[in-house]
């Protein structure tokens, strides 16, 4: 069974661009859960979407948004580039979301300059 | 909102030593507990999960955990540690609520171990 995919790996961007992180969950999983990872501040919850339709959001500000289409393939959008969003995104999916675990990818490392 | 706390930011061991690192979280529900792992390179793996049950809990590479409810904590043991258990070490806990997953993490404990 394939794993968790994450798309690109590595991006590079300018402060003021706009990035789209991509992420493709395991077959028949239908929750997917976006995490940042700084050194600062450690593993932090964006937001999970089950079913196309977003069920909880973290405590990030609006220029980070996503979306989830029906194969249950997921996108992030980060608009308006800060040098503080250098990080790495981690897409998680899980069955269900509830009382499941969640199975981690690779992660998309951006550098913003 | 729950929050997870590691004290030991960066543990160093020799091998065969025995590990324990804390793991204590803040929420008076129901939680799901789970400890990962990130190896250098590698992506977040799972070691171990409570979700209810026996509070002692094994996970894969030896590794062990206990859920105790009244200390809020959720301790990862191993007996003896190897150089490949070199790695991050991350707590995070589920609160069993609703149909959200969310999972909150610990800032992370940073093992190395030594030859």
């Known amino acids: 069974k394939a794993g968790v995919t994450q798309t690109p790996r590595y991006l590079i961007k300018t402060r003021g661009q706009q990035v789209t992180l991509s992420c493709s969950p395991i077959s028949g999983h239908r929750s997917v859960s976006w995490y940042q990872q700084t050194p600062g501040q450690g593993l932090q919850f964006l937001f999970e979407y089950f079913s196309e339709t977003q069920r909880n959001k973290g405590n990030f500000p609006g220029r980070f948004s996503g979306r989830q289409f029906s194969n249950s393939r997921s996108e992030m959008n980060v608009s308006t580039l800060e040098l503080g969003d250098s990080a790495l995104y981690l897409c998680?999916?899980?069955?269900?979301?509830?009382?499941?675990?969640?199975?981690f990818g690779q992660g998309t490392r951006l550098t913003v300059v | 909102a729950q929050s997870v706390s590691q004290h030991n930011h960066h543990v160093i061991l020799s091998e065969a030593a025995s590990l324990e690192l804390g793991c204590n979280y803040s929420?008076?529900?129901?939680?799901?507990l789970f400890w990962y792992v990130q190896y250098p390179g590698q992506h977040l793996q799972l070691l171990l999960k409570?979700?209810?049950?026996?509070?002692l809990v094994k996970g894969i590479k030896g590794f062990e955990a206990e859920f105790i409810k009244s200390k809020f904590s959720f301790n990862l043991r191993k007996p003896s540690v190897q150089w490949s258990d070199t790695a991050e070490y991350f707590c995070?806990?589920?609160?069993?609520?609703?149909?959200?997953?969310?999972?909150?993490f610990g800032t992370g404990t940073r093992l190395q171990v030594t030859l």
């Open positions: 998680a999916s899980s069955p269900r979301g509830l009382n499941t675990e969640a199975f």
């Open positions: 995070a806990v589920n609160t069993n609520t609703g149909t959200a997953s969310k999972l909150t």
């Open positions: 409570y979700f209810s049950g026996d509070p």
């Open positions: 929420y008076g529900g129901t939680v799901n």
